[in-house]
């Protein structure tokens, strides 16, 4: 089974703090993805990556940086926390397509809700 | 761009009634369509998906959904609830050139009650 672990259920932090959140999986995918989770809001990918090192803005990564040093790892950077910040972050991983019009599922890990104080 | 809308922020149902949870999209472009379902305290799970071929599509769990390119639908749908189909369910789509890039709807949260 592929399996996606995130570092932490729950997190609380204040304003102004550097926030990591980790990701992990553990199916050699090459794709992996940050979303952000508000209710009324669904889903909002925030950053997603296709390779070591490499990375693309999705719809709402201000405020947000990511790192990929590993395959199998992503991280999630909140420079300078905010309490607009404060939501559930799911991140999920997939194989990379094969060509156009390629498709295959993303898995998702449970998630961590942050709470900016 | 892409765009989904879930009808219903919320659909009460008694347990073993049918049920629809309703989506609709918007894409200038030919799609992939996604359910997903996310039980309490868990991430996402796939629940079926709709690729090419016959648009009436199985899932896990009994649920089917049927997609309907003139009417930009993929309405979700159960014959027989049960208390367990609790749960906030996603409909979400992606571009057939970005097949990876998904774009999630508000979610419908389904209470099952007894």
């Known amino acids: 089974d592929v399996k996606v672990t995130q570092s932490s259920r729950y997190l609380v932090k204040r304003t102004g703090e550097k926030v990591f959140l980790e990701c992990v999986q553990d199916m050699d995918h090459e794709n992996m993805f940050w979303y952000r989770q508000d209710p009324g809001l669904g889903l909002r990918l925030i950053y997603f990556?296709?390779?070591?090192?490499?990375?693309e803005k999705g719809d709402i990564p201000e405020g947000y940086s990511v790192s990929r040093e590993k395959k199998e790892r992503f991280s999630l950077i909140l420079e300078s926390a905010s309490t607009n910040q404060t939501s559930m972050y799911l991140c999920?991983?997939?194989?990379?397509?094969?060509?156009?019009?390629?498709?295959?599922?993303?898995?998702f890990g449970p998630g961590t809700r942050l709470t900016v104080l | 761009a892409q765009s989904v809308t879930q009808l219903d922020s919320q659909v009460p149902v008694f347990e073993e009634a049918p049920v629809e949870l309703r989506c609709n999209y918007s894409s200038s472009v030919s799609v992939y369509l996604f359910w997903y379902v996310q039980y309490p305290n868990q991430g996402l799970q796939l629940l079926l998906k709709y690729l090419s071929g016959s648009t009436l599509v199985k899932g896990i769990n009994g649920f089917e959904a049927e997609f309907n390119k003139s009417q930009t639908s993929f309405h979700l749908r159960k014959p027989s609830v049960h208390i367990s189909d609790t749960a906030e369910y996603f409909c979400?789509?992606?571009?057939?050139?970005?097949?990876?890039?998904?774009?999630f709807g508000a979610g419908t949260i389904l209470r099952v009650k007894s």
């Open positions: 999920a991983s997939s194989l990379s397509g094969s060509g156009e019009g390629s498709y295959n599922e993303q898995f």
């Open positions: 990556s296709y390779d070591v090192k490499m990375k």
């Open positions: 979400a789509v992606s571009e057939i050139e970005y097949g990876n890039k998904l774009v």
